[in-house]
């Protein structure tokens, strides 16, 4: 899919492009830029794994005897909301891996990182952005919130339980760019029909607050052509968003002659125009895809910069407020059967071409390719 898109009211244009039907699309561009982004300052939550598992009776068994486990040793409830993994790369690291990715494009590389309602891996060198979990009833969307001013940008993070406010504190600056990030995944499993209509509701009061919908590098196509459908609806510019944890550059970037970030900004916020490109990786099948970031989050890394070199020393469950231990502490013996199994899962999903029970049983597979 490739076109622009008109509304009626200020002029919107975005186009699509893909690098393996044209490898000529950024040619005549100067810059590209890498937006959404994690790194090991990132907490990503381990409340799916109970969504995923109810998937397959085989690990919802494992789920339920850990949690059967957990409640009789610790005499209280497995809450997997009190647990979280962290993606493996530094934030140098990440930059150099996103820049490298656009530099081989023969393009200047702008990168944005944005972890979870975190902004310690700004650090003073790099952009002030973040990924805000904006809470709303009777779920959650995620704010990509981009090029804060340095010396107010830890201010956001108060702001996420208050969506209305958020959006008039994010008014008063100019050059922050606000994207809703993948829009229409319903992450909390509360329902397709449900999660959009919370989400259409939230446009239906901040549109004109959100600058871009996000076409996510991490989700199946046939979301991103919905989420063109309501870019193009509420007149609202389409970005990228890779959405990267693992070691695996951004499936896709914007292609830009802005020479600065403040630049690109304005050329999508006032101008309205995105020009976003798709990277060979995105053509993969989703469900390959997904199973090669579990495997590079749950591989070893040796020169981790913290010294977490297992995976399980980069896993965490917080017991009691402000009692935080890593996975490797729990379980100093070796893996519960529960992760060995999950580990197995994911090895097979990536490695076999027989696809077709995971796609009954997981669901993960939701192919409609460019």
Known sequence: MRGTYLQKGDPLSHQLHFQWKNSSASKRFRTGVS?????????????????????????????????????????RPLNFRQGWWTPPLAPHSAVQLESEQILDLGLHPLVSLTDHDSLEAHGGRYLASVELTVKLQPSFVHVGIHNLPPSRAQEVLAYGAHPSALMGWLSQFPNVLVVLNHPLWDEAGIGAATHRAMVERFLARHD??????????????????????????????????????????????????????DQFVEEVRYRRVSEVLFMPQYRRPYAMRIAANMMEILNDQPGHALGWHRWSDRVFYEMQPGVVRSLSEYWPGGEPALIRFFLLLVRVLRTSGQLAPVRFASGLVQECRP
């Open 35 to 75: 937006l959404h982004s994690h790194t090991l300052h990132s907490k990503e939550l381990l409340d799916f794994i109970p969504r995923f598992a109810a998937k397959i009776p085989a690990l919802r068994t494992e789920v339920e005897r850990l949690t059967e486990q957990f409640q009789r040793y610790h005499g």
């Open 208 to 261: 004109r607050d959100i600058h871009a919908l996000e076409l996510n590098g991490l989700r199946p196509w046939k979301e991103n052509l919905l989420v063109t459908e309501m870019a193009h609806a509420w007149n609202i510019p389409a970005i990228s968003g890779g959405d990267r944890h693992g070691t695996e550059p951004n499936a896709n970037i914007n292609l830009t002659n802005a020479e600065t970030f």
